[in-house]
């Protein structure tokens, strides 16, 4: 990782806690905080890195201190953050793999929708080979 490169993406992974939760970045081990909450936590986890960015930046980290990116097995626990190193920003968070809760509730709510639009006559009942064919 060298300071030319302006755009770094993180994995980051929460633990719960006994009260509220930890957070380490899976890919910079100098970054690593602790919040109540899931989104404080997040909060606190861009606070910890943009205090890092800065020394990055400017390459006065100790070799051993720079980021090492990699891909990691993805999780309900996890997310990632994007940033602008030359700017000092966070520019998006993002989910690295949504829990199977969430997966199913989208699926039950599109069926949902499917049979009212079915209901209303502006959808037309499907086969089986449509419906595998999408």
């Given at each position: ?39 404080e936590c997040k ?5 910890a890195t943009k205090?890092?960015?800065p020394d990055l ?78």
């Open positions: 990782m060298t300071a030319s490169n302006k755009i770094i993406t993180l994995t980051y992974k929460l633990y719960p806690e006994s009260k509220g939760y930890s957070v380490k970045c899976l890919d910079w081990h100098c970054v690593y905080t602790q919040g109540d909450t899931i989104n909060k606190h986890a861009i606070e205090l890092m960015l930046k400017n390459g006065t980290l100790q070799k051993s201190q720079y980021p090492k990116l990699k891909a990691h097995k993805k999780s309900k626990n996890t997310f990632s953050l994007t940033f602008d190193i030359q700017k000092n920003t966070k520019i998006k968070i993002v989910p690295v793999v949504k829990t199977e809760r969430e997966r199913i509730r989208k699926s039950i709510e599109k069926g949902l929708k499917e049979l009212k639009e079915m209901k209303r006559g502006k959808r037309k009942l499907r086969t089986l080979d449509e419906l595998l064919n999408e």
